[in-house]
């Protein structure tokens, strides 16, 4: 637990940084929407775990009664591990494989630490998509970016309110089909549990999921969305298309939880 605490305060301090500089560059009510958001996030972050404890007990139960007993946790957007360290707690590897994906090099040796001889981990140095192929990895610019940067994306302007993006690795990364991926996986294992955080590039994937129907194989989602770090009528789409998305996951049966 302490661990996983570490990673999320982390993130929290990453996030204050980031409303001190929309203070600069967009004013005062932008800044005040986005420290709201920071502040409340310790308080977002108790409820969602008593919501993945009981997401994992009633996932125990039904492994409990399955054909395998073993379920697979799919971590779309690794980085040095956080995700993992805090859903680990509650999915435990005794009961569940792991797949850490991360298209983000300067991490892997980072995941590579993660695993042992007692824990089975899968890691994917590539990009979650909705097809197979090769693109330009984005990130903050240079002056703000450090090697192992969480707010990478295959998405240009995936944090427009924020900064102009830069390519933040000079080779291409390998991109491929999530919903193919896990409906792959959904063969070999009882329960497939999905932690998608992937800067902006979630809306495609997402759609991509319902419009195969891959979602009906998900028992739990949780998803960070980006609507918040985009600008004007782009911020209002995206807003609209999370509710589409959060309602046909609950209309399946799949629990779906918002990432933070």
């Known amino acids: 637990m302490l661990m996983a605490a570490e990673g999320l305060t982390t993130k929290f301090i990453g996030k204050t940084r980031q409303s001190v500089d ?11 929407q986005l420290s709201a ?24 139960t039904r ?7 073993r379920g697979l946790f799919i971590d779309c957007g690794s980085n040095i591990g956080q995700g993992y360290k805090f859903f680990s707690q509650y999915f435990t590897p005794d009961h569940y494989d792991y797949v850490l994906i991360e298209p983000n090099k300067n991490c892997f040796s980072y995941l590579c630490a ?3 001889g ?46 102009q993006s830069e390519r933040f ?18 063969d070999l294992y ?3 549990i999905l932690k998608l955080d992937v800067e902006g590039a979630e809306y495609d994937i ?20 980006h609507s918040l770090y985009v600008r004007g009528s782009e911020k209002r789409r995206k807003q609209v298309v999370e509710r589409e998305i959060v309602h046909a996951f609950s209309d399946a049966g799949t629990r779906f939880r918002r990432w933070i």
């Open 63 to 69: 492994l409990k009664v399955a054909k395998r007993s």
């Open 206 to 225: 997402l759609d991509d999921v319902l419009s195969s129907g891959t979602h009906r194989d998900i028992f739990a989602a949780y998803v960070e969305f």
């Open 169 to 186: 690795a000079p080779d291409l990364v390998e991109t491929f089909s999530l919903s193919q991926m896990i409906r792959a996986k959904r």
């Open 37 to 60: 958001l920071s502040l409340s996030e310790p308080l977002r972050f108790q409820w969602l775990r008593r919501r993945v404890a009981a997401d994992a007990r009633q996932a125990l």
């Open 190 to 192: 009882d329960i497939v």
């Open 114 to 116: 993660l695993c042992t």
């Open 118 to 163: 007692e824990i089975n981990i899968e890691i994917i140095g590539k990009a979650a998509s909705v097809r197979d192929g090769q693109v330009e990895l984005f990130g903050p610019p240079a002056d703000r970016a450090e090697p192992t940067h969480e707010g990478c994306s295959i998405v240009a302007d995936h944090n427009g309110s924020l900064y």
């Open 22 to 32: 929309v203070l600069r560059t967009d004013g005062l009510g932008r800044f005040l």
